[in-house]
Nanobody, 120 residues
Framework: QVQLVESGGGLVQPGGSLRLSCAAS????????MGWYRQAPGKERELVAD???????NTANSVKGRFSVSRDNAKNTVYLQMNSLKPEDTAVYYC??????????????WGQGTQVTVSS
């Protein structure tokens, strides 16, 4: 069993900040890329930012300069620091991990999602 548990979402005013966390646990052998996606109502899920085990990041143009992704390999945790939030950042944010289980199975795993609402 593998679990990705997200935390840190909520309601914030425009211009505010939030920090999301996602911790992976269970029968983990190796975690490669971890990242964050988001899905707004009526829209497709899109990549926000991801980071390889070695720390190479990839960030969507729409959030570049405002959001930053980081990870702690020892804790199997990925973070998303979101600054200067805008109403259009409102969405459900999902964590994804490309990982290999102790059974030797490599697959993408998703968290349950956390709601971020940016509104005054």
């Amino acid at each position: 069993q593998v679990q990705l548990v997200e935390s840190g979402g909520g309601l914030v005013q425009p211009g505010g900040s939030l920090r999301l966390s996602c911790a992976a646990s269970g029968s983990l052998l190796f975690i490669d890329t971890m990242g964050w996606y988001r899905q707004a109502p009526g829209k497709e899920r899109e990549l926000v930012a991801d980071i390889t085990r070695g720390g190479v990041t990839n960030t969507a143009n729409s959030v570049k300069g405002r959001f930053s992704v980081s990870r702690d390999n020892a804790k199997n945790t990925v973070y998303l620091q979101m600054n200067s939030l805008k109403p259009e950042d409102t969405a459900v944010y999902y964590c994804k991990a490309d990982l290999t289980t102790t059974w030797g199975i490599r697959s993408n795993y998703w968290g349950q999602g956390t709601q971020v609402t940016v509104s005054s």
